[in-house]
């Protein structure tokens, strides 16, 4: 089975975003932490039984500190994940090599597969062992063929869905539990 796809600036972004999902949730969360916080630690001062003088002395340090950790939760929050999208498309524009939108063809034998890149800058021929793949992440637009922690070759899925269907088959009888699906939930 034979397949060609462009690794365009979306497909990068989109592979890079989604290595970074679980950072994205983790700051999200460490946000709301911190707007909780900030909440109950205003609560506590307007309501202990202290003087009005001692209130105002502590606020100048404390509302520093509370602007501070709002803007970080609110950076965490809402700023991360467009903050993650940007600098993926700077990495994208900022490569030679992926930049000029290079052509990949992927070529699934039975005992391995082979990998043929065509750019401005040459041509690339790779051939490689399933036993090599870490996993396969299908996603609603990719497959990402992982070969090392954060590394992956880009099969951007096209309109010819029997071809696609067939390649998705074929890698999870060769991978088994190393094949994922994570589709978006509509």
Do not use: W
């Not at 309501?47 to 340090?61: G, P, R």
């Not at 699934?108 to 750019?119: D, G, I, M, P, Q």
């Amino acid at each position: 089975m034979e397949i060609s796809c462009t690794l365009t600036k979306e497909a990068y972004t989109n592979y890079y975003y989604f290595l970074q999902k679980k950072t994205i949730k983790l700051f999200r969360i460490l946000g709301i932490i911190f707007l909780v916080g900030i909440a109950l630690i205003t609560v506590a001062i307007f309501t202990q039984n202290t003087s009005k003088q001692e209130i105002v002395e502590d606020l100048e340090i404390q509302i520093g500190l509370a602007i501070v950790f709002g803007l970080l939760g609110l950076y965490m929050i809402f700023g991360y994940k467009p903050l993650t999208i940007k600098l993926a498309q700077k990495l994208y524009e900022s490569s030679v090599y992926m930049s000029c939108e290079p052509i990949v063809t992927f070529q699934f034998n039975e005992n391995n597969y082979k990998v043929l890149t065509t750019s401005k800058y040459g041509i690339e021929d790779c051939t490689y062992s399933y036993e090599l793949i870490q996993r396969v992440i299908e996603t609603d637009t990719s497959l990402y063929i992982m070969i090392a922690t954060n590394q992956a070759q880009i099969l951007t899925k096209n309109e010819d869905t029997d071809l696609i269907n067939k390649i998705t088959t074929h890698l999870r009888s060769k991978l088994g539990t190393k094949y994922a699906l994570q589709l978006s939930k509509k």
